[in-house]
């Protein structure tokens, strides 16, 4: 078994990171789960949560709002709709992204809405767990 796998997070303003570790800790729409080198193959959408990753060079922990990521045996790429390391997080993001999330609740047809209001309560969830 290796002992590192490449680990790549992109959102559309930039790479965050590119990376050997030894696991990440994915926040997946149908439940947290961890990567390590030799996984399964999986492709799991995100939900709004904390991407945490460990390696050679230390822990990272991002903040991330949706996407996808791809799991292979050599290693695991994240395209996160918007992310960001905990640290650059601030309640301004946090303000705007649960507004945008709000107004969508608001314009949602009724088969949607109950995907709707969890996508807002778990920003507010992540907002907490961030502190801001």
Known sequence: MAETMQFDL??????????????????????????????????????????RVSGPQGEATYVV?????????????????????VSEATAADFDTLIGLATEAVAKAPADAKDAADKLVSDLQALRIEVGV
């Open 10 to 51: 992109v959102s559309p303003e930039r790479l965050l990171a590119s990376m050997q570790v030894t696991q990440v800790q994915i926040p997946g729409a149908d439940g947290d789960l961890t990567a390590m080198p030799d996984h399964a193959p999986l492709i799991t959408t995100l939900r709004p949560g904390m991407l």
């Open 65 to 85: 709002t949706g996407g996808f990521a791809e799991i292979t045996g050599e290693g695991t790429s994240v395209l996160a709709e918007k992310a960001m390391p």
